[in-house]
């Protein structure tokens, strides 16, 4: 039995730039730092093989030192290491595949067609194939068919299945289908997949090991699988990242914000990056975001608070009120029933939301 990891797609040395400067140089010290709580893992889980199709870096000209980094962390490993560059870190003159010395258990696809390279001690062929520059508009998988010699083959590619622009190595379900492999390791996806069976190949994304933004939510990590001595695949997934990014949307109707956000909330959050959306109806419109931003800043490593609330409606009867307020609210009340479109009504809401702080005296956010 062959025991392997598959993880794609680390964009080392990653901008972070939505964050303060302080974390997001925290967190790309935290990602070259997770290369060796990867081979951490690959020596204590027995694994024979490690496959990484792709966007190991975020460019293909990254600091030297992440090179260095990730090049000593792969030497760690008591596996077999095998690589194909992807549209971010495209082989090239200058690349790091070039410039960067890398130890003997690592084998960097570097050809801009399949090749094989054999591992006669697990009785296997690697089949891979590098992008040679940003883009890779013909699959690189065409044509191509493994042998019926009895070994186990494995395919590592960065592609994507049936996508809907030919730039990023556009494999056909029929090319998976007719290649014969055992396995098809892919990168490019961020997002998790489910193994997915074309013909007798099992292929799979791992998606990301560590989400970098609010596009890229919830655990992430990679796939460990094995390949049984009559070549069946199994895969199982390894939830691996010390951040994760996430929306919570917290309908604050008739209830204090920050009971209902608490309500909401996992009890873990402290490692986690969070967007609050307060959606629903309140009395006069907005439940304080920069308020409650700072009651809670601390229970996460980062925090946005986002006010969606909607002006109960109600709250235009205080129009009738012999008052400033009630000045204030028939102006806006009346430009609000001549508005044309809901768009319009919305702005007329957030002004009166807005205005009504402003008069009680109060920090909306």
């Known amino acids: 039995m062959i025991r392997f990891l598959h993880a794609a797609d680390f964009h080392l040395d990653s901008a972070f730039g939505a964050l303060p400067a302080r974390q997001a140089a925290e967190r790309r010290r935290e990602s070259r730092e997770q290369l060796f709580r990867l081979a951490d893992y690959v020596n204590g889980h027995d694994i024979d093989l490690v496959l990484l199709a792709g966007d190991l870096f975020d460019s293909a000209s990254p600091f030297r030192e992440t090179g260095e980094q990730l090049s000593a962390a792969l030497g760690r490993m008591e596996a077999r290491v095998f690589i194909a560059p992807g549209n971010h870190d495209w082989h090239g003159p200058g690349s790091p595949w070039e410039t960067v010395a890398w130890p003997e258990n690592v084998h960097v696809f570097r050809e801009n067609a399949l090749t094989g390279a054999e591992v006669p001690e697990l009785d296997l062929v690697i089949h891979g ?8 508009p013909e699959s690189l998988l065409a044509g191509f068919a ?73 655990e992430k990590g990679f796939y460990q699988g094995t390949v049984s001595d009559d070549g069946q695949v199994s895969l199982t997934f390894v939830p691996f990242a010390r951040h994760r990014y996430e929306i919570l949307e917290v309908d604050v109707t008739g209830k204090d914000p920050r009971t209902a956000v608490e309500a909401a909330l996992p009890p873990d959050t402290a490692g986690d990056l969070y967007r609050i959306l307060l959606t629903g109806e309140t009395a006069e419109g907005g439940a304080g975001a920069a308020g409650l931003r700072e009651a809670l800043a ?7 608070v986002r006010d969606r609330t909607r002006m109960a409606e109600d709250l235009w009867h205080r129009a009738e009120e012999d008052s400033l307020r009630g000045l204030f609210l028939r102006e806006l009340l009346a430009r609000r029933e001549a508005a044309e479109d809901e768009a319009a009504r919305a702005e007329i809401d957030l002004a009166a939301r807005f205005g009504l702080a402003a008069l009680d005296h109060r920090d909306l956010g």
């Open 129 to 136: 194939a590098a992008f040679t520059g940003p883009e890779q």
């Open 146 to 218: 493994a042998p019926a010699d009895g070994r186990c083959h494995i395919g590592l590619l960065h592609g994507e299945l049936d996508g809907t622009e030919e730039r990023y190595d556009p494999l056909r379900r029929e090319e998976v289908t007719a290649s014969g492999l055992n396995y098809l390791a892919l990168g490019h996806v961020h997002k998790r997949t489910e193994p997915l069976m074309l013909g007798r190949t099992v292929c799979a994304w791992p998606g990301c090991p560590e989400g970098r933004g609010f596009d890229e939510l919830g």
């Open 298 to 304: 601390d229970r996460f490593y980062a925090l946005e």
